[in-house]
């Protein structure tokens, strides 16, 4: 078969970040640092965000309709940028959660690779 | 405690950006890093431990550059239908009408008048006709090329018969009435010349060019 290699590596690393992302913002509005922390939370530090990893994903995010960002905050406090899930990306949540249930579940059955 | 915008700025250097946007950018990452830094000072850190803390979620600025305007300059991807249906059809119904436009300057050959019933003349544009084909193969190859489904391909290609047909069959009900108030009688014959003259015969021939399409389809699939 002929095309071109994809890199497996980054589809996984991107695929997986998209995932956490969406998944956290469905519980409601965060900014990034928020977004990042929770993630780690979550994961038990298995998943980290830095700002290279973090905001320009956002950013493409942002582009495809999946999230959108505001700037909020109290009148005369710190104003945040926060991101909340858009259209394209409940829409997207829910395949996508599909997707990666079936890839953990080809791998257990191959590689004895599970959830846990 | 530094200046967060001030390492932000200088760490990402000019972006391709306008003003607003790169301010917010800047604003937005230099938040991000007072948090940590903020948290690590909250978590007993001195402060420069909390700075150099803050400064390693951002240790490759040239990077996070490139990924942001990478980020900005990614092209949208286009809607699924836009990409599989709606230019396809638009495609079909311009060279459609462009070459039936050709056929209506007066030194074109003349259309072919068939079946006179009751004042009513069947037109057929010949020429117009054996250009559907090739003009339905354009609209299902490319369809197809965007990875359009056999519904999306049919659709596009049908599109120039569905709307020369869609605006006498949204007409016929208020034809209908006029001709009933005015000549008691249905315009049934003329409805159906219409219809077979410019809706079925076009179509059919529209479907014929994108038939191969539609076949290597099913056999892809198949195999």
Redesign the interface.
């Known amino acids: 078969m002929s095309g071109c290699p994809i890199n497996i590596g980054a589809q996984v690393k991107r695929g997986s970040a998209e995932l956490a992302i969406l998944s956290v913002l469905a519980d409601g509005p965060l900014?990034?640092?928020e977004i990042?922390k929770r993630i780690e939370r979550q994961t038990q530090g298995l998943l980290s965000f830095?700002?290279?990893s973090?905001?320009?994903?956002l950013?493409?995010m942002e582009?495809?309709g999946w999230v959108k960002g505001n700037?909020e905050g109290p009148a005369g406090g710190?104003r945040?940028?926060y991101y909340r899930l858009g259209a394209a990306g409940k829409q997207r949540l829910v395949p996508l959660r599909e997707e990666w249930g079936q890839l953990f579940r080809a791998l257990n059955s191959l590689a004895g690779v599970s959830r846990a | 405690m530094p200046d967060w915008c001030e390492i932000a700025k200088q760490g990402l250097g000019p972006l391709p950006f306008e003003a607003d946007r790169e301010d917010?950018?800047i604003l937005?990452?230099a938040?991000?890093?007072e948090?940590?830094y903020s948290d690590a000072v909250r978590q007993g850190k001195s402060e420069a431990e909390a700075v150099q803390w803050a400064l390693s979620?951002?240790?490759?600025w040239d990077?996070?550059r490139r990924?942001?305007q990478?980020?900005?300059n990614?092209e949208?991807?286009m809607n699924y239908r836009v990409k599989t249906l709606w230019l396809p059809g638009a495609c079909t119904i311009a060279l459609s009408g462009i070459v039936l436009r050709l056929l209506q300057i007066p030194s074109a050959p003349v259309p072919r008048v068939l079946w006179p019933w009751h004042s009513t003349e069947l037109v057929i544009y010949w020429w117009w006709l054996l250009s559907l084909p090739v003009i339905g193969a354009i609209g299902a190859y490319w369809s197809r090329h965007a990875g359009g489904r056999f519904l999306e391909r049919a659709v596009a290609v049908s599109l120039p018969a569905l709307g020369m047909v869609c605006l006498p069959l949204l007409m016929f009900p208020f034809v209908l009435v006029y001709d009933l108030i005015r000549h008691h009688s249905f315009p049934l014959v003329p409805m159906a010349v219409l219809l077979l003259g410019w809706g079925v015969l076009p179509e059919a021939a529209l479907l014929v060019g994108a038939l191969p399409f539609f076949r290597r389809d099913a056999s892809a699939e198949a195999g």
């Open positions: 900014h990034g640092y990042s830095n700002l290279a973090l905001y320009p994903l950013y493409r582009k495809r700037w710190r945040r940028r | 917010e950018i937005e990452l938040y991000h890093l948090d940590l979620a951002a240790t490759d990077e996070l990924e942001i990478l980020a900005a990614e949208v991807s």
